[in-house]
């Protein structure tokens, strides 16, 4: 459990629907105020970042600013320790360590961050102004990050080598990971696998948010995966599909870890969850850029539709 909320076993479901709830609707807002944002990676992977945060994720309080200091150089040895991690509490060797694989979801990051109260909604009006951290494609001083992964697959690669070296020095904390399913169009990630499985890192937990889609439309008309658990399972990990919008069954496979493999959720998701509106984008779901001031407005009707549902 994140040991920053404390909460009561009865009460985190609650909590995470709720948490949830606020990531999409936080998001449709400031894609409504700023004309543009990731809004259907908000509705597919809504549930599992709240799960994540509220019953997952075996971390500390923050031990950074609510309010994201501005941007003072890239972290490195004797520049101290300024970076985005802070927001998931400090190391330790018994708790876990995050890794943001997919950085074009940071919106969704930040507003999770917000949600469980470890920034603070003026953080937002940072985003993607020179001279902040709180950037569009998040870094690894950006608000949750640990390290750049803005290039896809690069999270995984930098998690493998952090939790080998977590297992060196018999570390009980894990390594988990969040992935868009079009990271396993890269030959890095099946790379990884390999390493994770030469070496038994059973310390890496991975959860997936494979909403088939990506910059270029549907995943299958652009590079199929086949049959994902299968290749998965044939590089040595144990692998879990789950409904990304079930609370109770996202948390259920975290109790895995520590089998001699990694474990992979695979959360099959849908990027219009909670937003029906943007079926109507479909298959162009990616970045949403308002068309027209009327088409802002049909957005607009539905987060107030959203509001006085929630």
């Known amino acids: ?72 150089g890239v972290p490195g040895h004797g520049k101290g320790n300024a970076t985005g991690a802070l927001y998931n509490g400090p190391q330790h060797a018994d708790l876990d360590r995050f890794f943001f694989s997919p950085a074009h979801y940071a919106l969704v990051l930040y507003a999770a961050l917000i949600e469980v109260g470890r920034m603070s909604p ?32 690069q999270g995984l690669s930098q998690a493998a080598g952090v939790a080998l070296a977590r297992k060196l020095r018999n570390e009980r904390g894990r390594c988990v990971v969040y992935m868009s399913d079009g990271e396993f169009q890269e030959g890095q990630t099946w790379e990884t696998f390999e390493i994770l499985y030469h070496h038994r890192l059973d310390n890496v937990l991975i959860y997936v948010d494979v909403n088939g889609q ?18 998965l399972r044939s590089f040595g990990a144990i692998v879990f599909e789950v409904d990304g919008h079930d609370v109770e069954a996202l948390a ?38 308002f068309k027209s001031e009327t088409e802002r407005d049909e957005y607009r009707l539905a987060l107030q539709t959203m509001e006085q549902e929630g």
């Open 1 to 72: 459990m994140n040991v920053d909320l404390q909460l009561p076993e009865e009460q985190w479901t609650h909590a995470a629907r709720k948490v949830a709830f606020g990531i999409r609707r936080r998001v449709l807002e400031h894609t409504i105020d700023n004309n543009g944002g990731y809004l259907s990676q908000a509705c597919s992977a809504a549930e599992t970042i709240a799960v994540l945060y509220t019953k997952v994720l075996h971390i500390g309080k923050s031990a950074a600013p609510a309010i994201p200091a501005a941007f003072a």
């Open 122 to 153: 003026e953080g937002l009006l940072q985003f993607n102004k020179d001279g902040g951290t709180v950037e569009m494609i998040g870094a690894e001083h950006s608000p949750g990050m640990e390290m750049t992964t803005g290039s896809l697959a």
């Open 214 to 231: 990506q910059c270029d439309g549907e995943m299958t008309a652009v590079l199929d995966l086949g049959d994902l658990p299968a290749k």
């Open 252 to 289: 259920q496979p975290a109790a895995a870890t520590g089998r001699g493999a990694p474990v992979v959720v695979l959360c099959r998701t849908d990027p219009c969850a909670g937003i029906s509106l943007l079926q109507k984008r479909i298959p162009k779901l990616h970045y949403v850029r």
